[in-house]
């Protein structure tokens, strides 16, 4: 069965910073893999997926996600954190089936 | 180009009560999602629609909870009658053609609270 872990509750990176929110999943065949974030009282935003080709994705608001085979993992960074990019992001795979399967989310906190 | 529109956005009632929700996807999407989010957790899928037929809705507890998409258009969720563990975000979503590779796009939820 195909599953995605979020190891860290929450992230902790100083404005101006780099940040990386950490994904990793496992699926029996090749994997369709998304990031979504989600502010307070909203419903989910697409960030960015990986399908196939390139392994570094970028994606919406400067984010950009690698794709290692490996180490089956779809890490997401930004060069550079904005306060702004506070928020819960979700990371979900989806293998040969229709089901998007979604990670327990990570808090990311971007302090001024 | 609109969003997902979902209504209403909070909803307060008291157990074994009955409630509704309705969704409008993303105009042309043929494919609608119904998810429910439980405070700390990631989305679980409750049920998937391609146009108005039912291509999943195994995770759905059909004992209380029912849902429609009679047009093919928007949807509506029910829960009769509610229970305490009901309290969570329902969101719905939408994709092109519900192929793996597609975008799912979320509305802003509903936010349930059972008392």
């Known amino acids: 069965a195909q599953s995605v872990a979020q190891p860290e509750d929450q992230v902790n990176v100083a404005e101006g910073n780099p940040l990386t929110v950490k994904c990793t999943y496992s699926?029996?065949?090749?994997?369709?893999l998304f990031w979504y974030v989600q502010y307070p009282n909203r419903g989910l935003q697409f960030l960015l997926k990986?399908?196939?080709?390139?392994?570094l994705v970028k994606g919406s608001y400067g984010f950009e996600a690698e794709f290692n085979k490996s180490q089956t993992s779809f890490h997401l960074k930004k060069p550079s954190a904005l306060v702004s990019d506070s928020a819960l992001y979700f990371c979900a795979v989806r293998d040969g089936s229709d089901k998007l399967i979604f990670g327990t989310g990570t808090r990311l906190q971007v302090f001024p | 180009e609109a969003g997902v529109a979902q209504s209403p956005r909070y909803k307060i009632i008291e157990k074994r009560q009955s409630v509704a929700f309705w969704c409008n996807p993303i105009?042309?999407?043929?494919?609608l999602y119904w998810y429910q989010q439980i405070l700390g957790q990631g989305p679980k899928l409750l049920i998937q629609f391609q146009n108005n037929g039912v291509v999943d809705d195994s995770q759905l507890p059909k004992d209380r909870f029912s849902a429609e998409r009679l047009k093919g258009v928007d949807s509506t969720l029910k829960i009769q009658p509610a229970k305490l563990e009901d309290s969570a975000v329902y969101l719905c979503?939408?994709?092109?053609?519900?192929?793996?590779?597609?975008?799912?796009?979320f509305g802003p939820g509903t936010r349930l609270t059972v008392l």
């Open positions: 979503a939408s994709s092109l053609a519900g192929v793996s590779t597609d975008t799912q796009y």
């Open positions: 990986y399908i196939t080709g390139d392994n």
């Open positions: 699926v029996s065949g090749n994997p369709y």
């Open positions: 105009s042309g999407h043929a494919t």
